[in-house]
């Protein structure tokens, strides 16, 4: 799985939508949970970096997501409560 999950990298974190990068991380992270002797060092750093890098995208993607709601609503977000029964 590594290998596909490098070839992935090529693309910039900034071309990618927000499901893309969380499908890519979620492949980065099944390859670093695989046997270390699949991921080489140099390998593994790479990967983790990237993974780095999509979950800072991926969190302003959701803020920025956030905000928009925010502004549309015209009001704090409210937390969702669980309706009791």
């Known amino acids: 799985m590594a290998k596909s999950t490098v070839k ?4 910039p ?7 893309e990068a969380l499908a890519e991380l979620e492949g ?3 390859s670093l949970d695989e046997d270390a002797s699949q991921n ?3 390998e593994a750093m790479k990967l983790f970096e990237r993974g780095q890098d ?12 956030q905000l928009k709601v925010q502004k549309i609503s015209g009001e704090s977000l409210i937390p969702f409560e669980e309706e009791s029964e």
Request: aromatic share 6%; hydrophobic share 40%; proline share 3%.
């Open 54 to 65: 999509l979950v800072k995208y991926c969190g302003a993607l959701l803020e920025s997501a």
């Open 13 to 19: 974190v900034e071309e990618l939508s927000y499901e």
């Open 28 to 30: 980065i992270v099944d």
């Open 8 to 11: 992935k990298l090529e693309k």
């Open 40 to 42: 080489p060092l140099e």
